[in-house]
């Protein structure tokens, strides 16, 4: 049996890892390719791995590979050490996966706050630089390792840890240094306005307020992910609010979030996000008016939320 042995490549402090096998996850070709190093830095993979055989135990990928040819190669594999691009959009684009990921809308996270343009695989692979694209999202095999405040790879626990590596006021990662627009701005500020409920950080909501009641697949005393509400891959809406149930709101019940449901955000109005997830039990204020999306449940709708409402709010203690 051929041994398989790759070595991580890491974005920061690109360093030689321990043997790792395939089977760990990992698809990054090393150092060790051809089994005495022999392929490596080696571009022409056609030269000693015919489409017609390989991938025999990973269906899934299989016949997209098998369609889009050696140009796929890289994007999971690496680049062999010959620099050459690794692509992304060849396969993650709406006609060969429409859904994985949802990509239409003017605005992604392109790193450029506000800037309208798709995503190119650069930006692709700022996120995911190692994939190991099995149809699960782990967060820790998915998401690019960026170092914590005290320098180390710490684990991610859930996606909000991904993105407070890079959205917090002093600990920002090179190249990506966020100014943001005075002292409270979210784009710095989540990391300590993440400690408040509203918003929906680390503290617990206590359930028992005059608008409670939530949805199926939500409960209070629980951590909403920053992707619950804020899309990756493009949306519509300014400030990356989802545009649509299926791009965020992952716990919600599967039938109801794959409906889908439509969010329109309008200066400040933020209603018809926030009800696809809060539906007030007894019915109060505008509690029983439409949204605007087919669904009610919160206490006001159609005027701007944001008085009351922001990243960090501590003070929603009683009206
Ligand atoms: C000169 C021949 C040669 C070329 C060119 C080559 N490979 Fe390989 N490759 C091998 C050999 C031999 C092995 C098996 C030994 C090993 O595990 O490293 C291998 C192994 C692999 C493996 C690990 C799985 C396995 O069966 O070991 C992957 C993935 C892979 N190659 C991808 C590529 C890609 C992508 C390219 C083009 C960038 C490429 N190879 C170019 C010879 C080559
Ligand atoms: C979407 C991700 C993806 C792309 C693109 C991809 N591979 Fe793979 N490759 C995998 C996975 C996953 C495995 C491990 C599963 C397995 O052993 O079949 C693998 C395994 C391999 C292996 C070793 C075992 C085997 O299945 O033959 C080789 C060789 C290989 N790939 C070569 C290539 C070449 C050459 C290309 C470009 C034509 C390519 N791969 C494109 C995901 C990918
Ligand atoms: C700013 C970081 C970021 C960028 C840039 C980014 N992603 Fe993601 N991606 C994520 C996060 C976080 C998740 C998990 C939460 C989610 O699904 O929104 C994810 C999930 C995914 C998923 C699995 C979930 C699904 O919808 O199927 C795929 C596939 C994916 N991304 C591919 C891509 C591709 C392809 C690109 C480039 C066109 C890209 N991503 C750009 C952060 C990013
Ligand atoms: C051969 C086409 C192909 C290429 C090229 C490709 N992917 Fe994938 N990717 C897939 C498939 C197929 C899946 C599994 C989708 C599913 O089953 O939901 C996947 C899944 C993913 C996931 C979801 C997590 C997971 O483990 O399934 C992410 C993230 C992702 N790809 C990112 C990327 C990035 C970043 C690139 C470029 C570096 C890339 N992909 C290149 C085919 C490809
Ligand atoms: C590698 C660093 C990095 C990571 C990781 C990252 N971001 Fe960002 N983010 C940025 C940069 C840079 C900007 C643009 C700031 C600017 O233009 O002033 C930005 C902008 C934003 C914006 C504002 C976009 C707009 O158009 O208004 C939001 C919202 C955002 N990020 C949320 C997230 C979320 C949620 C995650 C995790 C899933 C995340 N970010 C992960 C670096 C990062
Ligand atoms: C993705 C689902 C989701 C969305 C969207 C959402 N919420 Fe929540 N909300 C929750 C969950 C879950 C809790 C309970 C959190 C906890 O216990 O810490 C909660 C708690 C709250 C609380 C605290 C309640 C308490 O008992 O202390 C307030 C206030 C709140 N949300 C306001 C909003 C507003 C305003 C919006 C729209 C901008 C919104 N939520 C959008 C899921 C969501
Ligand atoms: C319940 C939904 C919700 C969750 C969860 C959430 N946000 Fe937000 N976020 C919003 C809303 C709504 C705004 C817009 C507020 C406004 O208009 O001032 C916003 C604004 C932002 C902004 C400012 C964007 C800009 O361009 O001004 C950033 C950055 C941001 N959020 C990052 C995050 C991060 C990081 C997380 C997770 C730690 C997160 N958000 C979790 C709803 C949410
Ligand atoms: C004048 C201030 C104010 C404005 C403006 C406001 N809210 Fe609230 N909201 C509150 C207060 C106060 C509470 C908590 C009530 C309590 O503590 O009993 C609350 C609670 C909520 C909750 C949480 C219900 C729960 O306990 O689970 C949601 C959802 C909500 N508001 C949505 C909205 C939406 C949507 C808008 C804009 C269309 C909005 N609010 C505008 C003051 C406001």
């Excluded at 996000?273 to 449940?297: F, K, P, R, W």
């Amino acid at each position: 049996m051929i041994r398989l042995v790759f070595i991580a490549l890491l974005l920061v402090g690109c360093q030689a890892d321990d043997d790792e096998v395939l089977q760990g996850g990992n698809l990054i070709l090393g150092a060790s390719h051809g089994g005495d190093g022999s392929a490596w830095g080696l571009a022409d993979c056609n030269a000693c791995h015919a489409l017609a055989v390989i991938h025999p135990e990973a269906a899934d990928i299989r016949p997209l590979v098998r369609e889009r040819g050696y140009g796929t190669c890289t994007g999971c594999h690496g680049g062999n050490g010959t620099g050459q691009p690794r692509r992304c959009v060849i396969c993650h684009n709406a006609t060969d996966l429409p859904e994985a990921p949802l990509l239409a809308g003017r605005h992604p996270h392109g790193f450029t706050a506000g800037k309208a343009a798709p995503l190119r695989d650069e930006q692709c692979l700022i996120c995911h630089l190692a994939s190991d694209m099995d149809g699960r999202f782990e967060p820790e095999r998915d998401l690019t390792p960026f170092p914590d405040a005290a320098g180390y790879n710490t684990r991610y626990r859930r996606i909000a840890d991904f993105c407070l590596r890079c959205h917090n006021r002093d600990h920002q990662q090179p190249g990506f240094e966020l100014a943001g627009d005075g002292f409270s701005d979210p784009l710095i500020a989540v990391e300590d306005a993440w400690r408040f409920v509203d918003k929906h950080g680390l503290s617990a909501g206590s359930g028992e307020r005059t608008y409670a009641g939530l949805r199926t697949g939500y409960r209070y005393r629980s951590v909403v992910e920053c992707t619950d509400c804020h899309a990756m891959h493009g949306t519509e809406n300014g400030k990356l609010i989802i545009d649509d149930s299926r791009k965020g709101v992952s716990r919600l019940e599967g039938a109801m979030r794959e409906k889908p449901y439509r969010v329109v955000t309008t200066d400040g109005d933020y209603s018809r996000l926030c009800v696809l997830c809060h539906q007030m039990q007894i019915l109060l204020d505008a509690g029983g008016e439409d949204t605007g999306n087919g669904l009610s449940g919160v206490h006001e709708r159609g005027s701007d939320c944001r008085a009351c409402h922001t990243h960090g709010e501590a003070v929603q203690a009683g009206l």
